[in-house]
Nanobody, 124 residues
Framework: QVQLVESGGGLVQTGGSLRLSCAAS????????MAWFRQAPGKEREFVSA????????NYADSVKGRFTVSRDNPKNTIYLQMNSLTPEDTAVYYC?????????????????WGQGTQVTVSS
């Protein structure tokens, strides 16, 4: 059974940066396509970024393109989300997720592995 644990969230001012990590345990995720989603209070969980199992292909939501960078270190069984130029609109709980079956990378319903989330708060 895979467990995903996010870390790195916190409080940051507008324009600041954070780096989120998602560490997997229980089995390797080197063959698993991974993603980051976020959920703000009162809103649906939304896609942020995805990375394929090799790390060679990444996708981003338009709202974070050019500011966020997803990466992975398969030997460390960890994925990352570098977030720069943060704004209050980025405030949310951020979740990492793993997709072991076929499905659209941006759909939360395609993912069956989820972490517990880490809070990111950006102050104005």
């Amino acid at each position: 059974q895979v467990q995903l644990v996010e870390s790195g969230g916190g409080l940051v001012q507008t324009g600041g940066s954070l780096r989120l990590s998602c560490a997997a345990s229980g089995r390797t995720i080197s063959s698993v396509d991974m993603a980051w989603f976020r959920q703000a209070p009162g809103k649906e969980r939304e896609f942020v970024s995805a990375i394929d199992s090799s790390g060679g292909s990444q996708n981003y939501a338009d709202s974070v393109k050019g500011r966020f960078t997803v990466s992975r270190d398969n030997p460390k069984n960890t994925i990352y989300l570098q977030m720069n130029s943060l704004t209050p609109e980025d405030t949310a709980v951020y979740y990492c997720a793993g997709r072991v079956a076929r499905g659209w990378y941006a759909s939360r319903y395609a993912y069956t592995l989820w972490g517990q989330g880490t809070q990111v708060t950006v102050s104005s």
